[in-house]
């Protein structure tokens, strides 16, 4: 509550430089009361993890579909978390997300893309 | 309990060396004990520092961390050196030898020149662009006690368990449990583990600190250069580390749950963890490099009285070089047999990186070329800087050429060309910062007479250790074996190299001497620029108070405080009393030193497969986070007559 009355304070300020410190060091999500979207959040992130591990501890598809299916889920998972928890769309503006986002996917995919080039052994020799 | 303790002590833990250390640990903690009860500092301590969430704090707590750990990998090295020093030596035995190389690497990368790194990122990255703190302060004291707990996990390997054996590049199957049954690999695993968490958060938390905190008026293209090598930095962090956790944690699946991810039996594909392993290391490299640049940025300008040259081609080459290091991890495995094709493409692209590097070494040319140098211990460190980092570019440039590399791979070679990088780079920048920023830090200055002497002896047994190293792989000796018989040629070198080795040992001394000496008679900085600096943190008091700037400052040029003070500014920085305001400022917390500190019984339960002391630990790190995440009163108001009082017993504020 100490906190709510802070931020009413600091709205009554209209003082640039406090507004450029103060808006960054304070997190905004506890003025909406309990934070049941985080948490569901995590549970939902937990059973998807949970379920890609039953799937695989207990062989339950052949190897090819075994491994879409858990790509499906780690996709669905990334995608939950930057809803949740990295405040996709609670932004102004998505222009600088787009950007970021897609240079995230750019060195994610780049890397893997790499890797199995990589480890192909195409060896000349040996 | 005969069977714990036998768990506990195995006769690897039992040697003269590991029970010298045990002594010595006892006596260490007695006497601070004992120190901390007479002097009734208990309180002092949790209150002043263990809580603490202010970045300078943090700084300081990670300089002293940092300072430690260069003297235990340093005294490793000189293990290996003195048993390096003569053919047939047995001083050390073969796996006591496997030991003391794997900590000493893995001390002096994760536990050393990151935290060293990481003080400086802390102590001067928020007073340099005008903030009161780090974005998330409570989340930077979190990667501080992660860290520490991570690095007291790794220590205590040498005398509880038995030390890691596989090098710091930890690669199966010498980490496969049916080759390496003793637990000193688990320590290693959840060590890097616990402290890689911590390293994520921090770059996280300096990206968003200079994304969003900096003055008004300050772009990114008038921010000074150390702070964009943080960014950079910080991007590289959280693209680098995913790819060590995923390593790390799969070959500790391996090893304590059974699974086959790097094994060589059932599928596994050992190579892999290569592969990922340097997809992080590579980075990592730029990850130490990069910061150090940046502080020779900020010292030469200064001590050449001039300003840095050509400011934005060395924001494009720190960005060039960070997209760059992303391509070119595979020059670490070569003979792997990737083939031509993948071999000629890490080859090129390793080779590309010198471009930028050598960019960046012509501006710090330049941008001494003309100027009024003053040869002080910060800039001695840089000019020796300048060619211990050519020569070890350019022999990296050597060891990028695939056929060559074939010849050169893991030999003495490899190990002079990466010691000059990360010593000649990293060391000699972390101590450019130290004696440049320490004023800033301590409110006094370091001597720069034993400072030089410090400086010379180290530089002068650096060159000795690693230029016969060089040699010594050309005429074929390889890293990591323990001994070697007379008559191949390397004797003569080797013994010389030891001999810088321990010349290097009597450098630190002096540095260490050099602080203790200069915290009792050193000169008081009492006007918060001693060096007639150019970046906002020399226009506040030495050391900076808790607030930091008791007004944000307005920046309008790249040199901030070198601008206000051309342009006759710098009085009119003086605090206006009526100008003064309540300061939201972020409360200590105990939660980041219990976060760590249960992580700490994590990681020990799990290297013993002790399950019930892991599931406590757990629960006190459930705990830690539950209690971190819904406690909102964080932050409090600095009452402004504190300010006040502060600033008029500084001679700061304006009638």
């Known amino acids: 509550m100490a906190h709510l009355s802070n931020q009413s304070h600091h709205a009554e300020t209209p003082d640039h430089e406090d507004r450029i410190e103060i808006g960054s060091l304070t997190p905004h999500f506890q003025a909406h009361g309990f934070p049941w979207k985080q948490v569901l959040g995590y549970v939902a992130s937990l059973l998807l993890t949970a379920l890609a591990f039953v799937l695989v501890m207990n062989h339950v598809l052949p190897p090819t579909a075994l491994i879409a299916v858990i790509l499906v889920l780690a996709v669905l998972q990334a995608m939950l978390q930057l809803g949740v928890f990295m405040h996709l769309r609670e932004s102004r503006g998505s222009a600088w997300q787009v950007i970021v986002l897609g240079l995230g996917f750019f060195m994610a995919a780049g890397l893997i893309i790499a890797s199995v080039w990589i480890m192909m052994f195409k060896a000349g020799v040996s | ?50 809580t603490s969430v202010d970045h300078k704090r943090i700084g300081i707590m990670y300089l002293i961390a940092a300072l430690v750990m260069l003297f235990r990998g340093g005294v490793d090295a000189l293990l290996l050196r003195t048993q390096l020093a003569f053919p047939n030596n047995h001083f050390l035995g073969p796996e006591h030898y496997d030991e003391i190389f794997t900590t000493h690497g893995t001390i002096m990368i994760f536990f050393m020149a990151m935290p060293f790194l990481f003080a400086l990122f802390n102590v001067a990255v928020p007073l340099m662009i005008g903030a009161r703190d780090v974005a998330f302060p409570r989340l930077n004291a979190v990667s501080f006690w992660l860290f520490a707990f991570g690095a007291l996990l790794l220590n205590i390997s040498f005398v509880i368990g038995g030390s890691p054996n596989a090098g710091w590049t930890a690669y199966p199957p010498l980490t496969e449990l049916r080759f390496n049954p003793s637990v000193g690999e688990n320590y290693y695993f959840l060590s890097l583990l616990i402290a890689g968490i911590g390293t994520t958060i921090t770059g996280i938390n300096f990206m968003v600190t200079i994304l969003r905190m900096r003055a008004p008026g300050m772009t990114l293209m008038k921010m000074p250069m ?246 010594l792989g050309l005429e ?166 504190v300010i006040r009082r502060t600033e008029a017993g500084l001679g700061r504020l304006q009638a």
């Open chain 2, 226 to 471: 150390f702070v964009w090598t943080v960014l950079v930095t910080g991007a590289l962090i959280i693209f680098a580390f995913p790819p060590l956790t995923v390593s790390l944690a799969l070959t500790l699946f391996d090893r304590l749950f059974g699974s086959s991810f790097f094994t060589l039996g059932h599928g596994g594909m050992p190579m892999m963890f290569v592969n990922l392993f340097w997809l992080f290391g590579h980075p990592e490299v730029y990850i130490v490099v990069l910061p150090a640049f940046g502080i020779f940025s900020e010292v030469v300008p200064v001590f050449s009285d001039k300003k840095l040259y050509g400011y934005p081609i060395m924001v494009a080459s720190v960005l060039a070089i960070t997209v760059l290091s992303y391509g070119v991890w595979v020059h670490h495995f070569f003979t792997m047999g990737a083939g031509p094709g993948v071999n000629a493409f890490f080859g090129v692209s390793t080779m590309l990186i010198a471009i930028p590097t050598g960019v960046k070494i012509f501006n710090w040319v330049l941008t001494m070329w003309g100027g009024r140098i003053r040869f002080t211990v910060a800039m001695l460190w840089q000019l020796a800087f300048i060619p211990a980092f050519l020569i070890a570019g350019a022999t990296g440039v050597l060891l990028a050429t695939v056929p060559v590399d074939y010849q050169m791979h893991n030999s003495y070679f490899l190990i002079a060309h990466f010691h000059f990088a990360l010593i000649g780079g990293t060391v000699f920048g972390v101590l450019s910062g130290m004696y440049y920023w320490w004023p800033k830090m301590f409110g006094y200055m370091l001597n720069e007479r034993q400072g030089k002497v410090a400086f010379w002896l180290f530089f002068i047994g650096f060159l000795v250790t690693f230029v016969p190293q060089y040699m």
């Open chain 2, 476 to 641: 074929g000796m390889t890293r990591r074996m323990y001994t070697y018989p007379p008559g191949l040629g390397w004797s003569s070198l080797n013994l010389v190299s030891t001999i810088g080795a321990f010349t290097q040992g009597a450098g630190f001394l002096v540095i260490v001497y050099n602080v203790l000496w200069s915290m009792r008679y050193g000169e008081r900085d009492l006007t918060g620029d001693p060096w007639n600096g150019r970046t906002l943190e020399w226009s506040i008091p030495s050391p900076a108070p808790e607030y930091n700037f008791a007004i944000v400052p307005v920046v309008h040029d790249r040199d901030a405080w070198w601008d206000m003070k051309q342009s006759g500014k710098s009085e009119a920085f003086k605090v206006k009393s009526s100008a003064i305001r309540p300061v939201h400022m972020p409360k200590r917390s105990a939660m980041p030193f219990l976060l760590g500190l249960s992580f700490f019984v994590v990681g020990f339960g799990m290297t013993f497969s002790w399950w019930v002391i892991a599931i406590i630990g757990g629960l006190g790190v459930l705990a830690s986070l539950l209690y971190g995440a819904f406690d909102y009163d964080d932050f409090e108001e600095l009452d402004p007559e």
């Open chain 2, 1 to 50: 309990m005969s069977h714990i303790i036998a768990e506990l002590f195995p006769p690897s833990t039992l040697r003269l060396f590991e029970l010298i250390a045990d002594v010595l640990i006892v006596l260490t903690t007695v006497s601070i004990v004992g120190v901390l009860t007479y002097t009734k500092k208990w309180v002092w301590l949790w209150r002043e520092w263990l």
